[in-house]
């Protein structure tokens, strides 16, 4: 099952909502621009479970440039990790 959907199953009363605790739910990220299309499609590849060469693979960069752009954006978003970055994305309806 990839991350979204256990995530969506979380979220739609389907598992523990205590798992999804120390998240930041806000949409600010978004309201200030600080997550766009290409952010989202990172966000979505992480979501689909894929590991930081495969998403470079993807994407056509080099890893190193992944784990800078994945930082970034959790950085931006005010989470600690990739993870957490793909649950907010999917509570505030990024993903």
């Not at 605790?21 to 200030?32: K, Q």
Request: net charge negative; proline share 3%.
């Amino acid at each position: 099952m990839p991350l979204a959907s256990a995530v969506q199953n979380v979220k739609g009363g389907h598992g523990e909502e205590s798992s999804l605790s120390g998240v930041p739910i806000t949409d600010r990220a978004v309201e200030d621009g600080a997550v766009d299309a290409d952010d989202v499609r990172l966000l979505a590849l992480l979501a689909d479970g894929l590991v930081l060469y495969a998403i470079a693979r993807h994407l056509d960069f080099s890893e190193r440039t992944v784990r800078r752009r994945v930082r970034s954006l959790c950085d931006r978003m005010g989470v600690d990790t990739p993870m957490q970055a793909v649950v907010w994305a999917v509570r505030v309806g990024v993903l």
